[in-house]
């Protein structure tokens, strides 16, 4: 069964920051492209996505303020998000894709940078 976990969602005032974090299970990890998406009222957009050898892509809203991350050895992608703003805030997603095989995403997380 596979399981993708997201937690460290939260409220958070401008300029602040929060790391997001996603725990796989079922799947290989390490074999496995990672991403977060989000979705606020609209369509879900990419923020991130790190490949399964390190390389990594981002937003352009998210480039100089989001770091994605990953521990094979914990089965763990992560998302550092600094700088925070309004418009951030949306639910956010973590997604796992290896080509042709696979591709799964968790339950997601709120993200609210509010004052």
């Known amino acids: 069964q596979v399981q993708l976990v997201e937690s460290g969602g939260g409220l958070v005032q401008p300029g602040g920051s929060l790391r997001l974090s996603c725990a796989a299970s079922?799947?290989?990890?390490?074999?496995?492209?990672m991403g977060w998406y989000r979705q606020a009222p609209g369509q879900r957009e990419l923020v991130a996505k790190i490949?399964?050898?390190?390389?990594?892509n981002y937003a352009d809203s998210a480039k100089g303020r989001f770091t994605i991350s990953r521990d094979n050895a914990k089965n763990t992608v992560y998302l550092q998000m600094d700088s925070l703003k309004p418009e951030d805030t949306a639910v956010y997603y973590c997604?796992?894709?290896?080509?042709?095989?696979?591709?799964?995403w968790g339950q997601g997380t709120q993200v609210t940078v509010s004052s």
């Open positions: 079922g799947i290989i990890f390490s074999m496995s492209a």
């Open positions: 997604h796992a894709e290896r080509g042709w095989l696979y591709n799964y």
């Open positions: 490949t399964s050898g390190g390389s990594t």
